[in-house]
């Protein structure tokens, strides 16, 4: 199978929609726009706090531009990102090295950046992958890993629950904002979090090394002159939210519960996932929310000092004789055994254990647990107390939704909107070209695609890399991503191919079924297929983007009419999406990406 190139719509058709498109062209309100309820999670926004943490993260944009402008200025020392394995490193290592071409991220002599893979065969969660990590960084640096300013983000994982960014990893996912210096490429997740933390080299003491650990599908909005990364032990950032919100977080239980307490707080303990009662039993209320809850302060992104880096080293290369057997998670197992009020009795729950029934991975993970309560015992823990700060995530297919196409405190923080009182745009548009008079019908998101006259987009939609014919019909609540694929990968014949993925945007793609459904409609008594979305063999591979879009809608419409398409039929080699990611080809995409930001740039 041959790559062709599809041409592109005639310019004068198109309406060039810049990255930052939740803001293009977006309506005025009303006079006073009201607060943003918390849809997923996050406390929240009134217009005005909205335009406080607006002009600090631009601020920080300012900061990270300086870096990009002048490379003798230092930054983190190393930045490292964590993968699922030796596939996505090879993946990662290519964006870096892409994004340090075109000067969108710190270069070689400013920064090193190193991308560490998982152990093959199994699981370790975040908490094993940064034992690992501080393995990698005493071999690479000798005795100088110790002295080390680090950034850790964790980023393993295939994004199975927003998978159009699968391929790319969530740490190059696009976001609804432009990159430093540009109008059209979207800003990925990671020059966001080299951004948003590119304040903490220089608050951390001179001479003394540190890992600041963050996750690669969540974003926090704070003001940064609050920080202090000066003590040893772990500081961790702390955001108001209420104990709704705290009882699907790590909750801080400050020494002194101060209401409106502000900077570096010492902590008697941290809870993980506590339940609001036991919130409020063990004394982490520092307050009320503006609604009349009570308000906690939840977790997001930590810091540990150089003396926590050597103790976490010599217990994994001494007590685990340098091997992680359980899935570890590094912020409940880490630092539920630290804090002047810290007690043993977390040890022994595995409620948010993800294999709580294995009794030997029970077993490995109390073993662990105690492991790192012995090496940490007596390190002092610190919560950063940000008022007014704002945590988001974006991992899910529902939030990517609410939060790039419909949520106005979201957009604002970020830059995208100018205020809340401007509306967004409902048809979030990233690196795309849409005609003027195609129906595009929001909340939706598209991103690199393009959609000509008289297509047609419904409602709650993703669509992802696809160029839709005239006259298309894109149903309401539709996942559509077209993605080019390396066939020998998969052992077909020819070099490349396309996969156009379709499935509804409120398809739980993980589950694990015996009848697996798209639509709510029956693949199985097709397909015969068991087990998820993500691993049924069930989309044909085409020579060209065109022919594979048009097999996902005969699957759309042969599931609504109970007709299975005809290449459903046995005759032919089928694939998952879970192989697609495996066998992708992303230079293909590379270069169709760059064909619509040239065509946007000339506009």
């Known amino acids: 199978m041959g790559c062709s190139e599809s041409k592109p719509q005639d310019k004068k058709a198109a309406e060039r929609a810049l990255p930052v498109a939740a803001a293009a062209a977006g309506a005025v309100a009303a006079a006073v726009a009201p607060a943003q309820p918390a849809a997923t999670g996050t406390a929240e926004v009134t217009p005005e706090l909205a335009a406080t943490l607006r002009a600090q993260h631009m601020e920080k944009l300012g900061m990270y531009k300086a870096f990009l402008d002048d490379p003798s200025k230092p930054f983190f020392d190393v930045v490292v990102v964590t993968s699922a394995d030796a596939d996505q490193t090879a993946t990662f290592e290519a964006n870096i090295e892409h994004l340090q071409t075109v000067k969108r991220i710190p270069g070689k002599g400013q920064t090193d950046y190193m991308v560490v893979p998982d152990p093959p065969g199994r699981k370790v969660g975040c908490g094993g992958s940064t034992l690992y990590v501080i393995r990698d960084l005493q071999a690479r640096y000798g005795e100088e890993y110790k002295t080390k300013r680090v950034l850790l983000i964790h980023a393993g994982g295939y994004s199975k629950r927003l998978p159009n960014h699968s391929h790319c990893g969530k740490i190059f996912s696009l976001l609804p904002a432009s990159a430093p210096g540009s109008a059209q490429a979207a800003l990925t997740m990671l020059e966001l979090k080299l951004a948003t933390f590119a304040h903490i080299p220089e608050q951390m003491p001179a001479g003394r090394g540190g890992v600041f650990v963050t996750c690669s599908d969540d974003i926090v909005f704070y003001d940064h002159k609050l920080c202090d990364f000066s003590k040893p032990g772990f500081i961790a950032l702390g955001h108001p939210g209420s104990t709704s919100i705290g009882k699907d977080h790590g909750v801080f239980v400050l020494e002194d519960n101060k209401s409106g307490a502000a900077g570096l707080q010492p902590c008697k303990k941290?809870?993980?996932?506590?339940?609001?009662?036991?919130?409020?039993?063990?004394?982490?209320?520092?307050?009320?929310?503006?609604?009349?809850?009570?308000?906690?302060?939840?977790?997001?992104?930590?810091?540990?000092?150089?003396?926590?880096?050597?103790?976490?080293?010599?217990?994994?290369?001494?007590?685990?004789?340098?091997?992680?057997?359980?899935?570890?998670?590094?912020?409940?197992?880490?630092?539920?055994?630290?804090?002047?009020?810290?007690?043993?009795?977390?040890?022994?729950?595995?409620?948010?254990?993800?294999?709580?029934?294995?009794?030997?991975?029970?077993?490995?993970?109390?073993?662990?647990?105690?492991?790192?309560?012995?090496?940490?015992?007596?390190?002092?823990?610190?919560?950063?107390?940000?008022?007014?700060?704002?945590?988001?995530?974006?991992?899910t297919i529902k939030e990517a939704l609410h939060h790039f196409a419909q949520d106005a405190g979201f957009l604002t923080c970020l830059g995208s909107l100018k205020s809340m009182d401007e509306a967004p745009a409902a048809v979030c548009k990233i690196e795309t070209l849409v005609a003027a008079d195609a129906d595009v019908s929001g909340p939706s998101v598209i991103e690199f695609s393009r959609v000509p006259a008289s297509a047609k987009v419904g409602s709650g939609c993703i669509v992802s890399g696809v160029e839709l014919p005239e006259g298309a019909v894109v149903p309401a609540n539709t996942f559509l991503q077209t993605l080019p694929i390396d066939t020998s990968k998969l052992g077909m014949e020819g070099a490349c191919g396309y996969v156009t993925h379709v499935l509804s945007t409120q398809d739980d793609i993980k589950k694990q079924k015996e009848d697996v459904t798209l639509f709510g409609k029956s693949v199985s008594q097709h397909l015969k297929n068991k087990g998820s979305i993500w691993t049924s063999k069930m989309y044909p591979v085409r020579p060209t983007a065109a022919e594979s879009l048009q097999c996902a809608f005969e699957i759309q419409a042969g599931l609504e009419s109970g007709k299975a398409p005809a290449f459903w039929d046995g005759s032919e080699r089928l694939v998952s999406l879970a192989e697609c990611v495996m066998a992708k080809n992303l230079k293909v995409q590379a270069e169709q990406r760059k064909v619509i930001l040239d065509e946007l740039a000339s506009a």
Request: proline share 2%; net charge negative; with cysteine.
């Open 270 to 395: 941290f809870i993980h996932k506590y339940s609001i009662p036991q919130q409020i039993a063990e004394g982490a209320v520092v307050g009320k929310t503006a609604a009349g809850e009570d308000e906690v302060l939840t977790d997001s992104s930590y810091f540990f000092s150089q003396e926590v880096t050597e103790k976490l080293l010599e217990m994994f290369v001494t007590t685990l004789s340098g091997e992680v057997k359980a899935e570890v998670d590094a912020y409940g197992d880490f630092m539920q055994g630290i804090g002047s009020g810290a007690t043993d009795e977390w040890m022994s729950d595995f409620g948010n254990t993800a294999k709580k029934d294995d009794a030997e991975e029970v077993a490995n993970i109390l073993a662990l647990r105690k492991a790192f309560s012995e090496a940490l015992k007596g390190m002092p823990l610190w919560c950063l107390a940000l008022p007014g700060s704002r945590f988001y995530h974006v991992g």
